[in-house]
């Protein structure tokens, strides 16, 4: 038998055993915090080094994965170590008690071994910072090297701390089930539910690209997955119809990451939230709501006005599928999301309602003639393989998020970043502040997946917000957007570079292509930090005046961006709208009456003097 045979033998029965533990401890109850944490940790090790090897043009070969197999026995010998001594472990004084030199060994060993892991999933980004707060401790902190590896290896509070927690509790099994969800089927209900609601207006297959991406980005767990999954459709039929290639792969990137902030699900990062800020989850999606809402309506608005501007008409409706039809053949395979939602709200954990809705998806589809044909038992099994492979990601950068924070924790570097933003001029301009905790928050977002670059943020960016006086809620959420967007903007956009890679643009065309159409995600942190209302925080009245002034603020810059409104835009039109925009997104009656001048001096130069032609240019 061959090589490669064996090895994705040993890879499927390893998938399939971690899929049936995580499900295994759902019904069942979590064992001890490092025997679940462990265990999870493990699984993924074994996977990583089994399925990346360190040379890949020697995959195939029994002499070239020996690097690998001695990697793999580490990580076994590593974390069995934990598992053997467990009671001593839990009755020893961390940082009092001396370890041994089995103890420093094994522990040092952990940490490479993590590192190495997660830059063969992810690359150098993650591990590299992690490695940058390692010297941080040991040189410039003078952290005893027996204690950070105590921290590290032996305390909940490193390896094993919160991160990795999120992905074995959540994380893993909304991986699953998105996995399956796609398996099944379900993945054509959003496509063809997307083309009959957008398909046949202007820029018909942007707009398409807006509703999948979102309805399966909120899913999946990833943006660039998300990219590489509808992206694969979306791309080519917005070049179709003449979309540039860049402005085409920016569309797909930019809705692909607006499905992390979208309610319910957010990628499961509402969950994470709920957790960091021990808050409910309805608490977090119902603050999370509007400014989705607001990010997806530019989003859409922009590619309205792009395509009006550009005179890109959509599909033929008679290629089309017809709504009715795809409700009456797939309609019911929106039940699980259902599922998910009606067990959060009925007040059951996460968990748990992941996996009713994991469980759901097989029967849902057996309800439709066409659905059960698409379905059987190779169906879940090979989803399980699937989404256990996408849950590496996750893992090995939490793992590698420990590491991070424990450093943040064990050498109070967190106070000392929330003392420099609260230092100097920010300490009476919060804007300034919040800028430098927005460009820190695009910089250590660069290159990771949502989850462990929110979680490394809500550990080190957050607390500065909160001791400047912005509530917790708000802060949080502001870090977590400037985290999400981090995966769009240059130069280390991660989902450009997968959506370039199906377009075939270059990353800084699209790169400014995907900023502008991002360019409302970039100011609504801001707005309701300001404004808390937008969170559904205050006044019914408050809250209907934000979310409307905010609106039309986000379709005013929409507009001014992207050169139309209800017809092209000149120069200083679009200068006038783009003043409107800030007047309308800031708090205050007098920047909402600049803004709403504004808007109404541009409608009805374009209505009722007619077309601007008719003017002299301003």
Same mark, same amino acid.
């Given at each position: ?492 956009? %991660?989902?450009?570079?997968? =959506?370039? #890679? $199906?377009?075939?643009? +270059? !990353?800084?065309?699209? &790169?400014?292509?995907?900023?502008? @159409? ?57 200068? %006038?709208?783009?003043?409107? =925009?800030? #007047? $309308?997104?800031?708090? +205050? !009656?007098?920047?909402? &009456?600049?803004?709403?001048?504004? @808007? ?19």
């Amino acid at each position: 038998m061959k090589t490669s045979h064996l090895i994705n033998g040993a890879v499927t029965a390893i998938a399939l055993s971690m899929a049936a533990y995580h499900l295994y401890v759902v019904f069942f109850g979590v064992p001890s915090v490092f025997f679940f944490r462990g265990t999870h940790l493990l699984f993924s090790l074994i996977l990583i080094f089994l399925i990346h090897p360190f040379r890949k043009s020697q995959f195939n070969t029994l002499s070239g994965r020996v690097l690998d197999a001695i990697f793999v026995l580490c990580s076994i010998t590593c974390i069995a170590h934990i598992f053997i001594n467990h009671d001593y472990i839990l009755n020893r004084f961390a940082y009092v008690d001396d370890l041994s030199a089995l103890d420093l060994t094994l522990g040092t060993g952990l940490i490479l071994l993590t590192l190495e892991a997660t830059r063969r999933v992810i690359g150098l980004a993650l591990p590299l910072t992690a490695t940058i707060f390692v010297a941080y401790a040991l040189i410039v902190d003078q952290i005893d090297f027996g204690q950070l590896i105590d921290q590290m290896y032996l305390t909940t509070e490193g390896i094993f701390g919160i991160p990795l927690n999120v992905s074995a509790t959540y994380m893993v099994l909304f991986i699953l089930f998105g996995a399956l969800v796609e398996r099944s089927g379900t993945g054509k209900l959003f496509r063809d539910f997307s083309l009959a609601l957008a398909g046949s207006s202007a820029g018909g297959p942007a707009k398409v690209a807006c509703v999948t991406s979102a309805m399966f980005g909120t899913v999946s767990g990833s943006s660039t997955a998300n990219v590489m999954t509808t992206g694969t459709f979306t791309i080519p039929l917005m070049k179709k119809i003449g979309y540039r290639p860049a402005f085409s792969g920016a569309v797909e990137a930019v809705a692909s990451t607006g499905g992390q902030i979208l309610p319910p699900i957010m990628g499961a990062a509402a969950f994470v939230m709920a957790e960091m800020m021990a808050v409910s989850y309805i608490t977090v999606i119902s603050m999370a709501i509007v400014p989705a809402l607001l990010y997806f309506v530019a989003v859409f608005l922009a590619v309205h006005f792009e395509a009006k501007r550009t005179g890109l008409r959509g599909l033929p409706k008679p290629d089309l599928p017809r709504l009715s039809k795809v409700l009456k053949t797939r309609g019911h395979q929106f039940i699980p999301l259902l599922i998910i939602i009606g067990v959060l709200i009925a007040g059951f954990s996460p968990p748990y309602a992941a996996l009713c809705g994991l469980l759901s998806v097989l029967p849902v589809a057996l309800l439709g003639k066409t659905t059960r044909r698409e379905i059987s038992w190779k169906t879940f099994t090979d989803a399980m393989v699937i989404g256990i492979r996408n849950t590496l990601i996750v893992s090995s950068a939490c793992a590698s998020a420990g590491i991070v924070i424990g450093v943040i924790s064990q050498t109070g570097i967190g106070i000392e970043f929330t003392q420099l933003v609260a230092s100097g001029f920010t300490e009476n301009y919060l804007i300034f502040a919040l800028i430098l905790t927005a460009v820190a928050g695009i910089l250590l977002g660069m290159g990771l997946p949502t989850t462990p670059a929110y979680i490394v943020q809500a550990a080190l960016l957050a607390p500065a917000l909160v001791n400047l006086g912005i509530p917790r809620e708000s802060a949080h959420l502001f870090v977590f957007y400037f985290a999400i967007l981090s995966v769009i903007t240059p130069p280390v956009a %991660i989902s450009l570079y997968a =959506a370039n #890679g $199906l377009s075939g643009a +270059g !990353l800084w065309e699209s &790169g400014l292509a995907a900023v502008k @159409l991002a360019a409302t995600g970039y100011i609504i942190p801001f707005m309701f930090v300001f404004a808390p209302s937008l969170l559904l925080i205050g006044t019914w009245h408050d809250i209907f005046w934000s979310v409307s002034t905010a609106l039309l603020g986000v379709i005013c810059l929409a507009a001014s961006l992207h050169g139309y409104l209800l017809r092209n835009l000149y120069f200083w039109s679009r200068v %006038i709208l783009f003043v409107g =925009a800030l #007047g $309308l997104l800031s708090p +205050g !009656l007098l920047n909402d &009456g600049i803004g709403l001048a504004c @808007l109404l001096l541009i409608v009805v130069k374009q209505t009722i003097l007619r077309p601007e032609k008719n003017l002299p240019q301003l």
